[in-house]
C-alpha cells in the first residue's frame, strides 16, 4: 500500500494485524498480563508483592523477565533489544530505545545516564529502523535543583555550575543528534521543573533546527497553558528562524499534578476534565499541521480518535502517509491496534521500546501496570483486543 494509502485504509479493529508480530505464545501470555492488572484490587495486590520480594531479595527478576517485562521492554541492554528492533521493522514499525532507568540521583549517576544515552545515537546512526533518540531531562538533572531554578529561589554558585553541567549534557546530546543526523525527543516532566527545561530545549533547537528538525521538544495537553505554550514555541521559532519539532502527549502525571497544586495552594494546572485534554490535544495537531512548513511533530499517544484524526488532516493537507513531518508513536506492549494497522497503511509509527535491568525499570513497569488498570480504562480495551485475537486464531472460544 505505502505511500497511496488514504485513510479509508486504516483501521484500528483489525486484530490480525494489529498482533501479527506476535505468536499465539506470547499472546497468551499478553492476555494473562492484560486480565491481571485489568482488576484493580489484583494489580494492586500482585505489583504489592512483587515490590516486597524485591525488596527482601527473593529471587522474582526471572519470573518478572519472562511475563512483563518482556511483554513491555525490549531488552536489558541495547545489544538485546537487537531482535526487537527486527521484529518491529519487519512490520514496518520503528524503534526508539528508551534508557528506563530512573532515580538517578548523584553527577555521577547524571554522567553515566548521559553517556547511555550517546550510545543509542551510536546504536540509531545509519539504521533506518531507529529514525530517533530520546531521553529525560530529569535523567541527566537533580529534580530537586530543577524545581528550585523554577520557583525562581536564590541559587548558591553550587547550584549554578550544577545546571550549568546539566546544559552541558544536553548539548552534548543533542549536538551528537545534530552530528549523526538521528532526531532526539525529549521528555515533558511536572509543570514545576518543566519550564527550565523548556528554556534549555529551545536554546538547543535554536541552535540545531537550522536547516530542519534535530530536536524536539514535549508539551502536554493536559495543561491547561499547552495550546499558548505551542503558539509561543512557534512564534519563536518563526522570529529566530529555526524548525520547531514538537512530541504531541496527553500528560502522565496528573494525579500528582493536582495533589502538588491542592496541597500548596494554587490552581490546578492541568484541565478539571478530559474533554478539555483531548480538545486541547486535537486543536493542536490541526494548528501543527496548518504551520507544516516550520513544525514536524510525533503524536505520542494511545488515543484512536487523535491518531485517526491525525490522519484525517494528513489527507486534509495533501500530505503523504509517510510524509517525515509526521510521525506516530505509542509504548511497547501498548496499543498495538494502532502501530501496526497505521504502518500497514504507510504511515511513519515508532514505538517507544524501553530497556535497562529488570530491576531498574521496575518503576516503569509498575507505571505500565497501574494505567493499565480498568480504573485507567486503558487494559479493557487492550483486553478485550487481545480476546478478539485469540477467538480469531481459534485459540479460545
Ligand atoms: C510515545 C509516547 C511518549 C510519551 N511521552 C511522554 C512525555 O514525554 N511526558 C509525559 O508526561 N507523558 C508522556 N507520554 C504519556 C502520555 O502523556 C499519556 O499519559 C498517555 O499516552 C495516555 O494518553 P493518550 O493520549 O495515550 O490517551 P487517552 O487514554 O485518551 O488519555 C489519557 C490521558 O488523558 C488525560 N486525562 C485523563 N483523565 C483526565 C481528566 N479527568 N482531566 C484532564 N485530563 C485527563 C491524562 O493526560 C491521561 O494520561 C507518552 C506517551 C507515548 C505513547
Same mark, same amino acid.
Given at each position: 500500500?505505502?505511500?497511496?494509502?488514504?485513510?479509508?485504509?486504516?483501521?484500528?479493529?483489525?486484530?490480525?494485524?494489529?498482533?501479527?508480530?506476535?505468536?499465539?505464545?506470547?499472546?497468551?501470555?499478553?492476555?494473562?498480563?492484560?486480565?491481571?492488572?485489568?482488576?484493580?484490587?489484583?494489580?494492586?495486590?500482585?505489583?504489592?508483592?512483587?515490590?516486597?520480594?524485591?525488596?527482601?531479595?527473593?529471587?522474582?527478576?526471572?519470573?518478572?523477565?519472562?511475563?512483563?517485562?518482556?511483554?513491555?521492554?525490549?531488552?536489558?541492554?541495547?545489544?538485546?533489544?537487537?531482535?526487537?528492533?527486527?521484529?518491529?521493522?519487519?512490520?514496518?514499525?520503528?524503534?526508539?530505545?528508551?534508557?528506563?532507568?530512573?532515580?538517578?540521583?548523584?553527577?555521577?549517576?547524571?554522567?553515566?545516564?548521559?553517556?547511555?544515552?550517546?550510545?543509542?545515537?551510536?546504536?540509531?546512526?545509519?539504521?533506518?529502523?531507529?529514525?530517533?533518540?530520546?531521553?529525560?531531562?530529569?535523567?541527566?538533572?537533580?529534580?530537586?535543583?530543577?524545581?528550585?531554578?523554577?520557583?525562581?529561589?536564590?541559587?548558591?554558585?553550587?547550584?549554578?555550575?550544577?545546571?550549568?553541567?546539566?546544559?552541558? &549534557? !544536553?548539548?552534548?546530546? $543533542?549536538?551528537?543528534?545534530? %552530528? *549523526?543526523?538521528?532526531?532526539? +525527543?525529549?521528555?515533558?516532566? @511536572?509543570?514545576?521543573?518543566?519550564?527550565?527545561?523548556?528554556?534549555?530545549?529551545?536554546?538547543?533547537?535554536?541552535?540545531?533546527?537550522?536547516?530542519?528538525?534535530?530536536?524536539?521538544?514535549?508539551?502536554?495537553?493536559?495543561?491547561?497553558?499547552?495550546?499558548?505554550?505551542?503558539?509561543?514555541?512557534?512564534?519563536?521559532?518563526?522570529?529566530?528562524?529555526?524548525?520547531?519539532?514538537?512530541?504531541?502527549?496527553?500528560?502522565?502525571?496528573?494525579?500528582?499534578?493536582?495533589?502538588?497544586?491542592?496541597?500548596?495552594?494554587?490552581?490546578?494546572?492541568?484541565?478539571?476534565?478530559?474533554?478539555?485534554?483531548?480538545?486541547?490535544?486535537?486543536?493542536?495537531?490541526?494548528?501543527?499541521?496548518?504551520?507544516?512548513? &516550520? !513544525?514536524?511533530?510525533? $503524536?505520542?499517544?494511545?488515543? %484512536? *480518535?487523535?491518531?485517526?484524526? +491525525?490522519?484525517?488532516?494528513? @489527507?486534509?493537507?495533501?500530505?503523504?502517509?509517510?510524509?517525515?513531518?509526521?510521525?506516530?508513536?505509542?509504548?511497547?506492549?501498548?496499543?498495538?491496534?494502532?502501530?501496526?494497522?497505521?504502518?500497514?497503511?504507510?504511515?511513519?509509527?515508532?514505538?517507544?521500546?524501553?530497556?535497562?535491568?529488570?530491576?531498574?525499570?521496575?518503576?516503569?513497569?509498575?507505571?505500565?501496570?497501574?494505567?493499565?488498570?480498568?480504573?485507567?480504562?486503558?487494559?479493557?480495551?487492550?483486553?478485550?483486543?487481545?480476546?478478539?485475537?485469540?477467538?480469531?486464531?481459534?485459540?479460545?472460544?
Amino acid at each position: 500500500m505505502g505511500a497511496k494509502a488514504t485513510v479509508s485504509d486504516v483501521s484500528f479493529d483489525d486484530t490480525g494485524v494489529a498482533f501479527s508480530y506476535k505468536s499465539d505464545w506470547e499472546l497468551k501470555k499478553a492476555h494473562i498480563i492484560f486480565s491481571i492488572v485489568n482488576h484493580p484490587w489484583v494489580a494492586y495486590l500482585s505489583t504489592g508483592l512483587v515490590k516486597g520480594a524485591l525488596y527482601l531479595g527473593l529471587p522474582v527478576a526471572g519470573l518478572i523477565r519472562n511475563t512483563v517485562f518482556q511483554h513491555f521492554c525490549g531488552g536489558e541492554s541495547i545489544e538485546s533489544a537487537e531482535s526487537t528492533i527486527l521484529h518491529l521493522g519487519n512490520y514496518g514499525v520503528s524503534t526508539i530505545l528508551d534508557y528506563s532507568v530512573e532515580g538517578e540521583k548523584t553527577e555521577e549517576g547524571f554522567d553515566l545516564t548521559t553517556k547511555e544515552v550517546l550510545r543509542t545515537f551510536e546504536k540509531a546512526r545509519n539504521r533506518s529502523q531507529i529514525p530517533f533518540c530520546v531521553f529525560k531531562v530529569s535523567g541527566l538533572a537533580d529534580v530537586n535543583l530543577l524545581a528550585k531554578v523554577q520557583s525562581g529561589t536564590e541559587v548558591s554558585d553550587h547550584e549554578v555550575a550544577a545546571l550549568e553541567r546539566v546544559r552541558e &549534557r !544536553i548539548d552534548k546530546i $543533542c549536538s551528537r543528534a545534530y %552530528e *549523526y543526523d538521528v532526531p532526539v +525527543l525529549i521528555d515533558a516532566e @511536572e509543570t514545576w521543573m518543566q519550564d527550565v527545561v523548556d528554556n534549555i530545549v529551545y536554546e538547543m533547537m535554536e541552535r540545531y533546527n537550522r536547516e530542519g528538525v534535530i530536536v524536539y521538544n514535549t508539551i502536554q495537553f493536559y495543561r491547561i497553558s499547552s495550546n499558548k505554550k505551542l503558539r509561543d514555541a512557534f512564534h519563536a521559532a518563526a522570529m529566530h528562524n529555526y524548525f520547531l519539532g514538537i512530541k504531541l502527549v496527553r500528560g502522565a502525571y496528573m494525579e500528582k499534578e493536582r495533589e502538588r497544586a491542592e496541597s500548596l495552594g494554587y490552581e490546578s494546572p492541568i484541565f478539571p476534565d478530559k474533554d478539555g485534554t483531548d480538545e486541547a490535544f486535537n486543536k493542536a495537531l490541526s494548528f501543527c499541521l496548518d504551520n507544516k512548513q &516550520r !513544525i514536524s511533530i510525533m $503524536c505520542g499517544s494511545h488515543n %484512536e *480518535y487523535s491518531n485517526y484524526y +491525525l490522519t484525517i488532516l494528513m @489527507e486534509k493537507h495533501g500530505m503523504a502517509p509517510d510524509d517525515k513531518r509526521v510521525w506516530f508513536a505509542q509504548l511497547y506492549g501498548m496499543s498495538d491496534n494502532i502501530s501496526f494497522n497505521l504502518a500497514r497503511a504507510g504511515y511513519n509509527v515508532a514505538k517507544y521500546v524501553p530497556y535497562g535491568p529488570v530491576k531498574a525499570v521496575m518503576p516503569y513497569l509498575f507505571r505500565r501496570a497501574d494505567e493499565n488498570t480498568s480504573v485507567s480504562g486503558q487494559s479493557s480495551r487492550e483486553l478485550s483486543l487481545i480476546k478478539k485475537e485469540l477467538t480469531r486464531r481459534r485459540l479460545q472460544k
